[in-house]
């Protein structure tokens, strides 16, 4: 994989006379990683964040971007920011503009694209994030959670190479933050570098590929979830705790004499793992467009009756989003779930998605159990 | 808040902020260099009429009271005026209330009514303006106006941060509210002193992590417009001097047709 950020011994302090908060810092992130970046309060990850966007300048060592140091002036900073883009943890920090569709804009017009490019993007991005219908409130009327989104979208719109949000969950409900997962996995898909940062370990666990854990300005853990895990005495030390499949997992484990690897990393994984299930239902899998869905969704719910639909996607959802579909949210998890338990249901999802059934699918063999798709090319 | 929500409910917040401006002050300007009462009041219904449209006849309370509180002052003023006429022609109303020396001539009568009209035109005018016209449209308008940008831009920046520390002002209001912060007058007294102390903190705080954001969003030194508002058109320039022209000559017409005294003497026996 192709390095895309590199920190050598980076020391940053915001003040010559407090200490440093990022202290002789290494970090490499990859092309097309899940990175999640873990810490407890104050361990340095925002301002990990604004360093490797430029904002701050290290006092010493280097950050390379695509094998090159940064170089701090306009034209360099412009460059590095056109490719990498921040959603910060307090939505009032980042939105500026007075109406939303306006703040959402920004970006964009900062960065000279054409104005019916960034109309487009704007649509898009208000879409994906549930808010285009606010697209034209002013940003005070909205609530946190509301502005939260609205952040997001404005860092959507930039069509970045690499995204890193900052506790991207806080302040959302339940359905919106497995949204911003969803679009995370959406944007990975189609070639950005995601990195997040989030106290809810439960949520990262279940994404992300490598965990960096900070603890007082340095790298404490770069690596695998659940070796870092697995040492609860180092978890304590970070101010962190471990996730609930994680916990049970090891405990059920325990109790059934068996080991604790294969780590199950949701439900399905989980429930594949201690079940026994020896018929698998079978998944439905129908890849839909927004043009197309509410009829592959009636098609399908015209062929397979009394099974429980799931809508993967914001196109999909967008799509249905009027035809009172009782769908499920984290329907991936949900239907391969069902699958474990003998069930089928119909997954109807953005096909962009694929590749991740496939991969949900070959991580449950992992589990011993053979998920049986129907549609899925 | 209630004002910027209103100018974006407004009817009129897609007509051109620059051409409403020139329309207002064309009003406001000829209202000033005639001496007829009939031009404020015409000015006055103008007002009116375009808050009426603007609003959709849904003026919010609190502006409603805005405008009293306004009219309140302006009675006030005019009265003192009308009160100090000049000594050496004959008073209708000669008197000593307190301390103050009460002596109303026809000509300070008349002339403080005139310019209680021409006051009352000038806020509803300006009312009108407001209420329909947002903020970043005015600084549009100023731009188009070839504005110093730094001005310009601040306007845009004050207009944002000043909705986040009100909003931040009232969470710690009601924060000290649900702490007994208001049992007694000292401690109302601290409270909001404290939370004065505390939006004035949180302001520079704010600042510097929103230059910080400001950077990561590629800013540099200029807020574009995504949808820009509509630019004059000739019609507005016509529109506004015609009927500035127009109003100028009924002014100059309806001179000395209203006599206030005349009109309030069978009420006070003048």
Redesign the interface.
Known sequence: MVELFRMEDVTFAHNPSLPPVLNGFNLSIEEGSRTAILGANGAGKTTLFYTLTGVYKPQQGQVLFKGSPVEYTKEGLRNLRSDVAVVLQNPDEQIFCSLVEEDVAFGPLNLGVDRDEVEERVTKALRDVRMSEYARRPLQQLSGGQRKRVAIAGALAMHPKILIMDEPTAGLDPQASMEVMEMAERLRLSGVTVMISTHDIDIVYKWASISDVLNSGRIEFSGNSEEFYSDPERVYRCGLLTPTVFNMNLDVSFINGIDPSPYPRNCCEFTAKFSGASRSGTIHCIPAGEEDALAKYEAAIADCRDVDVGVYGSNSRYALRDSRVNFRFDAMDACFTDAVRGRDSVLIYDSVFEPLIKEQAARLKEFGFDTSLEGCR | ?EM??LS?SSRMVNWSPLGKLFFVMALLIVGLITDSIVVPLITFTIGVALMAYSTNLKVPLILGLAILEAILIMVLGSGMISIMGDHSAPAIWEGKILWFDIYMTEESFNKAWLIFFRAVAGVTLMLAFACST???HLAQAFRSLHFPSEITELIVLV??YA??LL?KFLVMIDAAQCRLGYNGTMTTMRSYGGAMAGTFIFSME?AD??E?????????GY?????PPKSMSWAWAVVSIGLAVLLYFVGEYTKGWINMVQLFAPLFGW
């Open positions: 808040m910027d929500e974006y947002p903020i970043p207009y944002r909705f986040l909003e704010l992590k929103s910080a954001a400001l950077a990561c969003r590629n800013y540099n807020f574009p417009i995504f949808r």
